[in-house]
């Protein structure tokens, strides 16, 4: 097993006071070529400059089999390529067929000998050289707080430019990124020459550049809807955030054979911890959304790009009707499959 691997696995990257940290991912050693999913969003462009939007470790296991293991998925770029120079930003124009989300019923398990990432994305049929957006968007789709700010940038239709960043890659380890942040974690921002990192601050600093501030919007100025907005935000570093750190990621490691006894001991708590977390939940849905409104702000984004993964790994939460509820209006929001189809190819490589 690559060591370089292990060790990610092992880094509790995921660090609880780090709202703004990327899912553990794995870093691309190797030459693994498989084309990227497109986005039809008019709204967003995307970087090759930085790295591929699927990558791997090339990891030799018995008989010199070898395993292709998903790193960092981004929401699109243009036609794969080595990330040897840099490259225009590139922008689909072409629309494309999103799957629906997978059903658990019927699936098999696979080993990690048979994962194999280029099954579920597919090139899109043209793309078209933009000029660079103001607003950068330092980011990768396994991210949880990447997926929640992409996600309401496109859904209030800004005009961005996606940088993917694979852990591991070129661009992670160049001095331009470190500059970006120290800290070589995503999400981060660049607004002209004004860069933030760390999710939440940013979908707060986004909301109110953008004046997301209206009665029913994202990020309201009513002084006690922005306090509950904020109240879950702060809930969630050491709440809602534990879904990852405690249960998504000792179970990759679990699947990799890689599985620390601390992972072990989390996996055993697993089902405490949804009840405890989801019991709370319940609480915060005195209305339809988290911040007891009839409208969705950055709270359930935030909220719902941590849950979304343990619904797509088949958790049953049908004993918690708000948050059931809650769900399936965060399903109807737009763009919600595109934003998921990276999470949905990663976790199905897994046997998730």
């Known amino acids: 097993m690559n060591r370089e691997l292990l060790a990610q696995l092992r880094t509790p990257c995921l660090d609880t006071a780090a709202p703004g940290s990327a899912f553990c991912c794995f870093s691309n050693q190797d030459n693994l070529e498989t084309p990227p999913h497109a986005s039809s969003s008019p709204h967003c462009r995307y970087s090759t400059g930085a790295s591929p939007t699927l990558s791997g470790v090339l990891c030799k296991h018995s008989s010199q089999r070898h395993l292709n293991l998903p790193a960092v998925l981004c929401d699109?770029?243009?036609?794969?390529?080595?990330?040897t120079a840099k490259r225009p930003a590139l922008h689909s124009t072409a629309g494309h067929v999103i799957p629906s989300p997978r059903h658990r019923e019927g699936r098999s398990t696979r080993t990690v000998d048979e994962l194999n990432l280029s099954s579920f994305l597919n090139p899109p049929p043209s793309y078209q050289v933009s000029v660079a957006m103001t607003l950068k968007l330092y980011a990768n789709l396994i991210s949880q707080p990447s997926r929640a700010v992409a996600w309401v940038l496109k859904v209030k239709g800004v005009d961005h430019e996606l940088v993917p960043v694979t852990p591991g890659s070129d661009f992670?380890?160049?001095?331009?990124?470190?500059?970006?942040?120290?800290?070589?974690?995503?999400?981060?921002?660049?607004?002209?020459?004004?860069?933030?990192?760390?999710?939440?601050?940013?979908?707060?600093?986004?909301?109110?550049?953008?004046?997301?501030?209206?009665?029913?919007?994202?990020?309201?100025?009513?002084?006690?809807?922005?306090?509950?907005?904020?109240?879950?935000?702060?809930?969630?570093?050491?709440?809602?955030?534990?879904?990852?750190?405690?249960?998504?990621?000792?179970e990759i490691s679990k699947k990799l054979n890689a599985a620390t006894p601390n992972d072990v001991l989390l996996l055993e708590g697993k089902d405490a911890l949804v009840e405890k977390e989801f019991s709370l939940l319940e609480t915060?849905?005195?209305?339809?959304?988290?911040?007891?409104?009839?409208?969705?702000?950055?709270?359930?984004?935030?909220?719902?790009?941590?849950?979304?993964?343990?619904?797509?790994?088949?958790?049953?939460?049908?004993?918690?009707?708000?948050?059931?509820?809650?769900?399936?209006?965060?399903k109807t929001q737009p763009f919600n499959e595109e934003i998921h189809v990276p999470l949905i190819g990663f976790l199905k490589q897994f046997g998730l």
């Open 284 to 330: 915060f849905l005195v209305k339809d959304y988290i911040a007891h409104t009839d409208f969705p702000t950055i709270a359930d984004y935030t909220a719902y790009t941590e849950i979304d993964q343990l619904e797509l790994m088949g958790y049953d939460f049908s004993k918690y009707p708000k948050v059931s509820a809650w769900i399936a209006r965060m």
């Open 172 to 250: 992670f380890k160049s001095d331009e990124f470190k500059a970006i942040n120290p800290n070589r974690l995503v999400p981060a921002i660049k607004d002209g020459d004004f860069v933030l990192t760390e999710g939440m601050a940013i979908l707060q600093y986004l909301g109110d550049k953008y004046d997301w501030t209206g009665p029913k919007d994202l990020y309201p100025k009513d002084l006690q809807v922005r306090a509950k907005v904020n109240e879950f935000l702060h809930w969630h570093h050491t709440n809602t955030r534990l879904f990852t750190i405690n249960i998504v990621r000792p």
């Open 76 to 83: 699109s770029i243009g036609p794969w390529q080595r990330n």
